[in-house]
């Protein structure tokens, strides 16, 4: 499989560039990086800190290397990742997207590109962290109307979008589990006098220094309480997971997949 990483200079770009270079089953062809910066046209194995070159060019236009791959994987800014999306439907490209921080209009159109190309979105490709959804799910299928649901997530001081887009992913999943839409019983931090309402499910957002990405999910009952969470202690872990993704999409017909179709959740 041909890949081309868009970002390569930024903190999941080089990390995915750096274990898809370890992969047998996956070729680098290109890295695309913003324009104007001083790295464009070295190679990407020394852009990427791989620790040699690959000769693989980094290119400031993505149409220009587009037709030589068979996936894009995209984890850079969601400005950036609408352009991404228009080239790849144009030239029937499979897609990866870990991008956040989308419009509601903005998701629909990954949805709709889904009937012309392949179409991989997710919010976080970590392993364990789809592994815990599916156990916010099963507790909230059973004990949910019981419980109270609230979410703590952190990351770091650089993070541009709260609540995270896995925290949002997974206030939906407990929310479906209870059969409402998230957007009807989210509550977003509390001041003052606010009382907590049954039913709803509250959101708190930490943003300091270096951290990766942690999430806390808490269940409080009378007398009792369950939490479950998941640290990440660097971002390799989105990385292998991003380029698990993308070979998944190898042989695949148009249509939208997630991370639960790769790891058969």
Request: net charge negative; charged share 25%.
């Amino acid at each position: 499989m041909k890949v081309i990483v868009v970002g390569p200079r930024g903190k999941m770009g080089k990390l995915i560039t750096q274990v898809a270079a370890e992969r047998e089953d996956m070729e680098l062809v290109a890295g695309v990086a913003p324009k104007g910066r001083d790295y464009i046209g070295s190679d990407l194995g020394m852009v990427a800190m791989i620790g040699k070159e690959i000769g693989v060019p980094v290119v400031d236009e993505l149409e220009s290397v587009i037709d030589s791959c068979d996936v894009i994987i995209d984890f850079s800014t969601k400005e950036n990742a609408m352009e991404v999306l228009d080239l790849a439907i144009a030239h029937k490209k499979a897609l990866v997207c870990g991008t956040t921080g989308f419009s509601e209009e903005e998701m629909q159109r990954f949805q709709d590109a889904a009937s012309q190309i392949p179409m991989l979105y997710a919010a976080n490709t970590s392993k364990l962290v789809n592994i815990m959804n599916k156990l916010l799910e099963m507790v909230t299928t059973i004990a949910g109307n019981d419980l109270d649901i609230e979410i703590l997530e952190m990351h770091d001081q650089w993070k541009k979008d709260a609540p995270s887009g896995t925290s949002k992913e997974m206030g939906e999943i407990m929310a479906h589990a209870l059969g409402k839409e998230l957007n009807d019983i989210a509550v977003y931090g509390r001041e003052g006098a606010s009382p907590r309402v049954s039913g709803t499910i509250g959101y708190h957002s930490l943003r300091a220094g270096n951290i990766p990405s942690s999430h806390t999910v808490f269940f409080g009952g009378m007398g009792e309480r369950l939490e479950i969470t998941h640290h990440s202690y660097n971002w390799e872990c989105f990385a292998r997971g991003a380029c698990d993704c993308a070979a998944y999409l190898a042989d695949k017909e148009p249509g939208f997949y997630t991370i639960k179709d790769v790891l058969n959740l």
